[in-house]
């Protein structure tokens, strides 16, 4: 079946580490993004790829990075320099191509930092 | 700036309700608006897609509206049903490249 896989569901983290949530789609789906989201708001996005070996800042980038060496995979590094990592961190990606624009979204990843 | 906002924050309603979930936003400038359905802890379900040059889009007791000039659109459930409770999203893609969202509404239906 085709779909965006994350990884993990949930991570703990203590404070000052770097960790790295995994987002994999088998939808050959050009565009990725990564959606914050907080209790009681909506989502923000964090950073976005529309191609391969390209991406671009969201609103919300500092104290994130992440990159696109693959088609399939959008990795995001949560940096020590994120002040508020603890939050619900959704993946997504899209077919621009098709001009649609519906997007597709993974399970989740709940970051708690310790 | 696109801004997006849906109107009420919750809802709570006895089963059976029709209802309307509201979004409004603020840029007309828009390539098509989607609406979601999360469950609690769950990443998000499409459950329908409006290009900007349609009207309305319907899927079972399902139906959303768009009125692109006036910046609205409607997600209309009937019949509701407690397996309806969620929280809804709506969110407009335009030219940015970037799916901008509403903070949802919550909905309760009581059995």
């Known amino acids: 079946d085709g779909g965006i896989t994350q990884s993990p569901k949930y991570l703990f983290r203590k404070e000052g580490q770097n960790v790295t949530l995994s987002c994999e789609q088998n939808l050959n789906h050009d565009a990725m993004y990564w959606y914050r989201q907080d209790p009681g708001q909506g989502l923000r996005l964090i950073y976005y790829?529309?191609?391969?070996?390209?991406?671009q800042k969201g609103d919300i980038a500092e104290g994130y990075s992440v990159s696109r060496e693959k088609k399939e995979s959008f990795p995001l590094t949560v940096t020590s320099a994120q002040k508020n990592p603890t939050a619900f961190y959704l993946c997504?990606?899209?077919?621009?191509?098709?001009?649609?624009?519906?997007?597709?979204f993974g399970e989740g990843s709940r970051l708690t930092v310790l | 700036k696109q801004e997006v906002t849906q109107i009420p924050a919750a809802l709570s309603v006895p089963e059976g309700e029709n209802l309307v979930l509201n979004c409004s936003f603020t840029?007309?400038?828009?390539?098509?608006l989607q609406w979601f359905r999360q469950d609690p802890g769950k990443g998000l379900t499409s459950l329908l897609l409006?290009?900007?040059?349609?009207r309305e889009q319907t899927s079972g007791r399902l139906n959303a509206s768009l009125d692109k000039s006036s910046g609205r659109s409607t997600l209309y459930i009937a019949a509701s049903q407690p397996g309806d409770s969620a929280t809804y999203l709506c969110?407009?893609?335009?030219?940015?490249?970037?799916?901008?969202f509403g903070q949802g509404t919550t909905l309760q239906v009581k059995p």
């Open positions: 997504a990606s899209t077919d621009p191509g098709r001009n649609t624009g519906e997007l597709f």
């Open positions: 969110a407009v893609f335009g030219n940015t490249g970037k799916l901008i």
């Open positions: 840029d007309s400038a828009i390539y098509n």
């Open positions: 409006i290009q900007s040059s349609q």
């Open positions: 790829s529309q191609i391969v070996n390209d991406f």
